[in-house]
C-alpha cells in the first residue's frame, strides 16, 4: 500500500520533530496490532520509537479519551486526530476536563474508517483477512488464498457515510491522507439511510426489531467504554447500593433501560465516531437509538453546535450529598 | 465426507426421528462460547414469597428463564428440557472446560453446574484451522488432538468413538434409530490439507517440551510484579468485560437478589474482573482501585494464581478477547513480553 506508506512517512517524520525539539512529552497515535484488521492505541516517548506509529482505514479507536485521565492527563501531549476525535477533544475543552495548552494537535484527514461488523456481512470471519485498498475497492485475501472483492464503502462504519468534517477543524497541524481518493460520497443531511428505513416501519416492527436485538446485549459495556464522549466518574450503571441495573441478562426491560438510557445520556455529546458500533461483540444497532434522538432535536431545536448540555469535572456527583440525582 | 460434518450427520438422524428430536438439542460449540451451555450467564436458583407465616423458599433447578420474545413471560419452549450435544468442541475449548471443571466440581460441589456437565454430550473433535487470532499452541495446547469430550473424533481412523459410558450409549442410540449413520460417522475423513502439513505448527513432540509451560509463566511473573507492561495494557484498557464475558476460561459470577413486593428470586450473573466494583466491597474499601490492579490481577489469574493451584493455565489461546477487545489486549503482548514469542517488532520497549 505505497500511498499509505506516505502517509505513514510523513506522520512519523512529523511525530520524530515533535518529540526531538521537546515541543511534546509523548505521542498518542496507532500502531499496530495482533490483528491486521485493528490498529491499535499507541503511546510513545522517544524519538526513535516513531517507526512503530502507523495509520490507515483501520485506525478504529478514539484517541482523546486517553487525555483525560492518567499518566497523560498533565503531561505535554501531541495525540493524533480525526475529524469524530477532534470534536470529542473540542467538547472536553468546552469541558474543562483538559488544559488545551499542554495538547498538540496534529490533525489527520480522515476517509472513513472500516466496521469489521460490516465485513461479517460479506465474510464468514473477517479477522482472517488482510485487507488491500485500492481507491474505491477493497481486496480481502486470506492465507488459505481465497480473495473477495468489494467496494470500500460497503465495509465503512456507518458512521463515517454521515460525517460532516471528517478532516479536523483548529489543529495545530494536519497531515493530508494519501489513500484519499477513496473518500465515499458523505450524505449532506447527515441522516443515516438506515433511520430513514427504520422510521417508516410500524411500531409493532420496531420494538420488535430492538428488542430482538437488544436482547443479544451480553452487557460487557464494551460501547460505554469504547464511546469518548460517555465520561460520568462514575456511571449510574455502577452505582451498587441501590443498584440501578440489574446483572440479568434475560429481562429484556433491563437491556432497553441501559440501552435506551445511554441513548438518552450521551445522544447530544455524541461526536458521530461509530465506536460504539464497531467494539459491539454481538453487532447489537443500538446506535441507531442515538442517531434518531440528534436528527430529532435537529428538527425540533434547530441545529445545534455540541451537547445541549455541559458536565463539568468539578460538578457535584449526582448520587452523592448536594447532588440532583 | 468431512469431519466437520457430523453436524450434519447428526441432524440428519434427528429429523428422521422425532424421539431423537424431542430428546436432543444440537449446539455448536465453534458459534458458541461453550461456556455458556454449562454456565449460562444468568442462572436463577432460588425463589422466595412473602406469605402469611413469613418468607417461604423455593429452590429452583434449572436456572434459566426463557425470555428470547422480550414478553418477559416465563413461558420456556422446552429447549431447557432437551440434553444439550455439543459439536464441534475444538481442543481448546475443552481445555477450558477443564478450568471450569476444577473450579465448579472441586469441593464444595456446585450443584447447578454439576447437573448440566453430566447432561450434556460433548462430541470433541480436533481443530483444523488456525486463524490469525489463534494462538494455542504458545499456551501449550496441541489442536490435531482431540482432548476430553464423550464422543471423539479419531483422527488416526477418522471414525466417531464412544469414549465415556454417556458418550457411547449416545451413539448406540443414533445408530439404533438409523443404521445406515452406522457406516456414514465411520467414514468421516481426518481432512489431511491440514497446518501441520503446511509446517506452521508445532508437532507433539516439540510440544512434549511445553508441559511445563504452565510452571515456567508462573514463576517468571512471580518477578514481573513491577513491569511495565502493566503500565503500557492499563493506559490502553478501556476497562470494559468484553475479553471476561467471551473468554471460555473465565468463571467469575456475581450472586444478586431481585424481588418485586412480595416475591423476588436469587440468581448468580456472570462477572468481571475488569469491572472497576468487582471487589468492592460493602463500607466501600476497594481493594483494587486502579485499571493497572484489575489488568494486572487478570493475568496473573489466569497465568500465575492457577498454575499454582491446578498446574494449569487459565488461558486456551483461542484469542476471543483478541478479537473482541476493542483495543487489541490479549495475552500475545505479555507472552511476548515473558520472551515466550519471539517477535521483536511488537515488544513493548522497556527502557
Known amino acids: ?325 | 465426507m468431512k469431519l466437520t460434518d457430523i453436524k450434519k450427520v447428526l441432524e440428519e438422524a434427528f429429523e428422521k426421528n422425532e424421539k431423537l428430536e424431542e430428546k436432543y438439542n444440537i449446539c455448536d460449540g465453534e458459534k458458541e462460547n461453550i461456556k455458556s451451555f454449562f454456565f449460562p450467564q444468568t442462572e436463577k436458583y432460588l425463589e422466595f414469597k412473602r406469605t402469611d407465616k413469613g418468607t417461604e423458599f423455593f429452590p429452583v433447578n434449572n436456572g434459566l428463564v426463557n425470555d428470547s420474545d422480550g414478553t418477559g413471560s416465563d413461558e420456556t419452549d422446552g429447549a431447557k428440557e432437551k440434553i444439550n450435544v455439543v459439536v464441534r468442541a475444538k481442543p481448546c475449548s475443552v481445555e477450558a472446560l477443564e478450568v471450569f471443571d476444577y473450579v465448579f466440581l472441586s469441593e464444595p460441589v456446585d450443584p447447578l453446574y454439576k447437573e448440566k456437565r453430566e447432561k450434556t454430550i460433548i462430541i470433541s473433535s480436533s481443530c483444523r484451522e488456525l486463524k490469525n487470532s489463534c494462538f494455542c499452541t504458545s499456551v501449550g495446547i496441541d489442536p490435531y488432538k482431540p482432548v476430553g469430550g464423550d464422543v471423539r473424533i479419531d483422527d488416526s481412523t477418522g471414525g466417531v468413538v464412544g469414549v465415556t459410558p454417556k458418550g457411547k450409549d449416545f451413539l448406540e442410540e443414533i445408530f439404533e434409530a438409523d443404521e445406515s449413520k452406522k457406516s456414514e460417522i465411520q467414514k468421516l475423513e481426518v481432512d489431511q490439507e491440514s497446518d501441520l502439513e503446511k509446517g506452521n505448527v508445532k508437532t507433539s513432540t516439540e510440544r512434549e517440551a511445553e508441559k511445563d509451560l504452565a510452571n515456567r509463566l508462573k514463576d517468571k511473573l512471580d518477578n514481573m510484579q513491577d513491569s511495565k507492561l502493566w503500565d503500557e495494557l492499563s493506559l490502553r484498557c478501556l476497562g470494559c468485560g468484553v475479553c471476561t464475558y467471551y473468554c471460555p476460561s473465565c468463571h467469575c459470577f456475581d450472586v444478586c437478589d431481585y424481588y418485586k413486593k412480595d416475591t423476588g428470586s436469587r440468581y448468580r450473573a456472570w462477572d468481571s474482573c475488569m469491572f472497576s466494583e468487582f471487589t468492592s466491597m460493602a463500607g466501600g474499601h476497594n481493594p483494587r482501585p486502579t485499571k493497572k490492579d484489575r489488568i494486572k490481577n487478570r493475568f496473573y489469574h489466569k497465568f500465575n494464581y492457577l498454575p499454582k493451584l491446578y498446574e494449569k493455565l487459565g488461558c486456551v489461546g483461542c484469542g476471543k478477547c483478541l478479537v473482541h477487545c476493542p483495543v487489541g489486549i490479549s495475552p500475545l503482548t505479555l507472552l511476548r513480553e515473558m520472551g515466550e514469542i519471539e517477535d521483536e517488532d511488537k515488544s513493548i520497549s522497556t527502557s
Open chain 1, 1 to 325: 500500500m505505497p500511498k499509505t506508506q506516505l502517509t505513514k512517512d510523513k506522520l512519523q517524520q512529523k511525530v520524530k520533530e515533535l518529540l526531538e525539539s521537546e515541543k511534546i512529552e509523548a505521542f498518542v497515535g496507532y500502531g499496530e496490532g495482533d490483528l491486521s484488521l485493528k490498529k491499535i492505541p499507541l503511546v510513545i516517548t522517544r524519538p526513535e520509537d516513531v517507526s512503530k506509529l502507523t495509520f490507515d482505514q483501520t485506525s478504529t479507536p478514539l484517541l482523546s479519551r486517553y487525555l483525560l485521565d492518567g499518566e497523560l492527563k498533565d503531561k505535554k501531549v501531541g495525540i493524533l486526530l480525526k475529524g469524530c476525535d477532534k470534536r470529542a477533544l473540542d467538547l472536553f475543552e468546552k469541558e474543562n476536563r483538559i488544559n488545551k495548552e499542554n495538547i498538540y494537535t496534529l490533525g489527520i484527514s480522515c476517509n472513513g474508517v472500516i466496521s469489521i461488523n460490516k465485513m461479517s456481512e460479506y465474510l464468514n470471519d473477517p479477522t482472517e483477512y488482510e485487507l488491500n485498498f485500492d481507491g474505491e475497492k477493497v481486496k480481502a485475501s486470506s492465507k488459505t488464498g481465497e480473495e473477495v472483492e468489494f467496494d470500500y464503502q460497503d465495509i465503512l462504519s456507518p458512521h463515517c457515510h454521515i460525517c460532516q468534517s471528517p478532516t479536523p477543524e483548529d489543529v495545530d497541524d494536519l497531515i493530508e491522507n494519501e489513500a484519499s481518493e477513496a473518500l465515499v460520497p458523505i450524505k449532506e443531511d447527515g441522516i443515516m439511510d438506515s433511520i430513514i428505513e427504520l422510521e417508516k416501519a410500524s411500531k409493532e416492527e420496531k420494538y420488535q426489531y430492538f428488542i430482538e436485538s437488544l436482547n443479544r446485549c451480553r452487557r460487557c459495556f464494551a460501547c460505554r467504554e469504547a464511546c469518548p464522549v460517555c465520561n460520568c466518574p462514575k456511571c449510574l450503571f455502577d452505582i451498587e447500593n441501590p443498584r440501578f441495573l440489574d446483572k440479568s441478562t434475560e429481562e429484556s426491560a433491563q437491556h432497553q433501560y441501559y440501552h435506551i438510557l445511554r441513548a438518552f445520556h450521551v445522544a447530544d455529546r455524541c461526536v458521530g465516531c461509530g465506536e460504539c458500533e464497531r467494539a459491539c461483540p454481538e453487532e447489537i444497532p443500538f446506535y441507531l437509538l442515538h442517531e434518531k434522538i440528534k436528527k430529532d432535536i435537529d428538527e425540533m431545536f434547530g441545529e445545534k453546535e455540541d451537547a445541549l448540555s455541559y458536565a463539568y469535572p468539578d460538578d457535584v456527583e449526582p448520587f452523592e450529598e448536594g447532588g440532583e440525582a
